[in-house]
């Protein structure tokens, strides 16, 4: 019998795919430690602002919903006086507990820090985080002298 030159050698063939797999799995051993490093980095990345936006909705769902209601009232109202000094005296009572507490974490695009120097004292921040209450509580103290006035006002035509 005469063997045909043409016929593959299957150990041959075995041997070629065998080799080609090991070379697959050397480069993706040598790739996975950065993969992982990277696919961590998103992972981290995406899960921060999932978790800011679902806090970010819900403070602004908050916020809204009392500034809505307490505009529903007119603004001689004691319920409407009533919620804007207790806004009021919740945001001091806060500004107070934190003054006397430890240091906060501040989160800044992502990323958590202590708002101390490396010397133990508070950094100079170039954003004045007083100023959202500050403006609020202008805003209570005027609609506060309003309701005074309105209501020295209605006591006086009462009394003529």
Same mark, same amino acid.
């Given at each position: 019998?005469?063997? /045909?030159? &043409?016929?593959?050698?299957?150990? =041959?063939?075995?041997?070629?795919? @065998?080799? /080609? ?18 696919? *961590?980095?998103?992972?981290? $990345? *995406?899960?921060?602002?999932?978790? !800011?936006? *679902? !806090?970010?909705?819900? /403070?602004?769902? @908050? ?16 319920? $409407? $006086? *009533? @919620? ?16 006397k507490s430890k240091?906060? @974490?501040?989160?800044?695009?992502? &990323?958590?820090?202590?708002? &101390?120097?490396? &010397?133990?004292?508070?950094?100079? =921040? ?5 100023a959202p209450a500050? /403006?609020? $509580?202008?805003?209570a103290k005027k609609?506060?002298?309003? !309701? ?13």
């Amino acid at each position: 019998m005469t063997t /045909s030159s &043409h016929t593959p050698k299957p150990f =041959s063939m075995m041997a070629d795919a @065998l080799e /080609s797999a090991a070379d697959t799995f050397e480069q993706a051993a040598a790739n996975a430690p950065e993969s992982a490093r990277r696919a *961590a980095r998103v992972t981290k $990345r *995406a899960l921060g602002m999932g978790v !800011f936006k *679902a !806090f970010y909705g819900i /403070s602004y769902g @908050l916020v809204y919903s009392g500034v809505f209601i307490t505009e529903l009232f007119p603004e001689q109202s004691t319920v $409407r $006086r *009533a @919620l804007t000094e207790g806004a009021e005296a919740a945001i001091d009572a806060r500004h107070k507990a934190n003054s006397k507490s430890k240091p906060k @974490l501040s989160f800044d695009a992502g &990323h958590a820090h202590d708002e &101390h120097d490396e &010397h133990g004292g508070h950094e100079e =921040s170039e954003v004045d985080s007083e100023a959202p209450a500050r /403006s609020a $509580r202008k805003v209570a103290k005027k609609r506060a002298e309003k !309701f005074d006035a309105a209501v020295k006002g209605t006591k006086s035509k009462k009394s003529a």
